[in-house]
Structures are given as structure tokens and as C-alpha cells.
């Protein structure tokens, strides 16, 4: 089992923690407790508690629920950019993908 404390090699810990920390100070600038903060997002304190201290452990609808309570639902979806149109023009007049091939190529 890998340590909470480690770094990661993909830096998704140090962005968790990152997140973390800017998560508490938003919290207090508006003057609210770590109480509040969860009741306003519908969830426990100690969810709350793992959120601002980077725990990876916390579902990601409970993160979105609190990026939302904070007016950041809208920024969610623009953590994965839309892919890059293709190039060739044989590419561009196939109709979009709907699923993946069973094996990988």
C-alpha cells in the first residue's frame, strides 16, 4: 500500500494538496468554519476535513459538489480539453467516434 504522504510521480497528490489549500483559504475568506463550509455542500465535517487536506480518498461527485457550492462547478469541465480535430481531410468526414474498438491499437 503506498503511503498518503508520498509523492506521486503523475504530481496528482501535490495537485490534491494544492486544491486543499486553496479550498481552506477561499473558506477563510468568507469567514466560515470548516462546519460550515461542509453543511453548506451537503456533506460531513471530516469529508470536508479530507478535501482540504488533499486526501484523494473523496469521491469525485463529493468534489464536485463543493467546487459547486463555491461557484466553480462551471470550471470542472474544463479540466479535460476538448481533443484536437483531426488533420487530414479523410479523418474530418468520418462522423465522431461513438465507442472504442474492443482491442487497442
Request: charged residues 30%.
Amino acid at each position: 500500500m503506498i503511503s498518503k504522504s508520498a509523492t506521486s510521480i503523475y504530481g496528482d497528490r501535490e495537485a490534491l494538496i494544492l486544491v486543499g489549500k486553496r479550498l481552506r483559504a477561499l473558506r477563510l475568506q468568507k469567514n466560515q468554519t470548516q462546519a460550515k463550509a461542509a453543511k453548506l455542500a451537503g456533506i460531513s465535517i471530516p469529508t470536508y476535513q479530507k478535501l482540504e487536506a488533499g486526501d484523494g480518498t473523496v469521491k469525485v461527485g463529493v468534489f464536485a459538489r463543493v467546487l459547486a457550492m463555491r461557484r466553480f462547478a462551471d470550471r470542472l469541465g474544463n479540466i479535460i480539453p476538448e481533443p484536437e480535430p483531426p488533420v487530414d481531410m479523410k479523418a474530418l468526414m468520418k462522423p465522431a467516434r461513438q465507442r472504442a474498438r474492443g482491442r487497442e491499437s
